[in-house]
């Protein structure tokens, strides 16, 4: 189970940290790490939380986080298919941006973040610009859903996926890429450290190797690497368009969105973790958005 997020903030978290990781745990050491009310709520599937689609009125023009969903081949070791991390991740993040940013982010009746999931052949799907998806290592597209997630690609969406390990979820994760965007035309390429994406708001100098909270007790924070040698080395891999738009960032190797969701949950995960992990993704969102 994950724990959700609270609004609220709390002022100086670590003299020695950097300016923008001390401003990012102000703002949620008070709820997180001081014990605010949170509400855990199940990620473990469609039984006990079911996607959440679209309504008839979509808010794309305040900031949704939209999660793509997508059918799973196998189960990967500590995955959940395409609700891995929902919904917290998703919670936690929209509220996290609303504190840090001036992002206007779009609330439901109940004034939380109106977060959904969408099914790549919607034709809603171009009403959201930014799309996450997890645990691709195990995805699979039919032949509609990858020409639909293709046109959305190429007429400016932005898809980012992240937490799968090892070379065997990467093999898999690329065949089915490669259904969508021909890697002929559109290869896969390393991003640099030095590139501008993660050089935005916060200056980020390492993308972390960010486990699953499981993981980390299982060998009591010891290591971070999920299929040992397998997925040692984490990569941040991109596919661009003809004019160098970043189209399809992918965070293989770690579980970035893990930060989002774990992040009341164990007070040395979320000082590790979860305060950089929100730096990278807000980093992410902000140029995907605005290039």
Known sequence: MGRRADRGALPGAGRG?????????????????????????????????P??????????????????????????????????????????????LSELTHAPVGVDRRNEPDHVVVRLTDARLFDYPFLFMSDVGTIWLDAEEA?????????????WVDDFWGPYAWEQWAAEIGKVLPPGEFPIVDIPITDPIHH???DIDE???????????????MTTSERGSLSAEVNVRGIYDDHGRLMVLMTHNTDIADGWER???D????YRFSVTSYAIGINFLLHAMTH
């Open 17 to 49: 940290a950097r300016p923008w990781a001390r401003r990012i745990a102000a703002a949620v050491v008070a709820a997180v790490v001081l014990g605010g009310s949170t509400v855990a709520v199940a990620q473990w599937g469609w039984r006990r939380m």
């Open 51 to 96: 996607p959440r689609y679209p309504s008839a009125e979509p808010t794309h023009r305040l900031f949704t986080f939209a999660r793509g969903l997508y059918q799973s081949t196998h189960r990967e070791r500590g995955g959940q298919g395409w609700h891995t991390d929902y919904p917290d991740a998703d919670i936690n993040f929209s509220i996290r």
């Open 147 to 159: 020409e639909r997630l293709g046109a959305y690609l190429r007429k400016g969406g932005f898809l």
């Open 200 to 202: 935005g708001m916060f």
């Open 207 to 221: 993308v972390p190797q960010v486990p699953s909270i499981q993981h980390f007790r299982r060998v009591g924070g």
């Open 263 to 265: 992040e009341g949950e």
């Open 267 to 270: 007070y040395e995960f979320f």
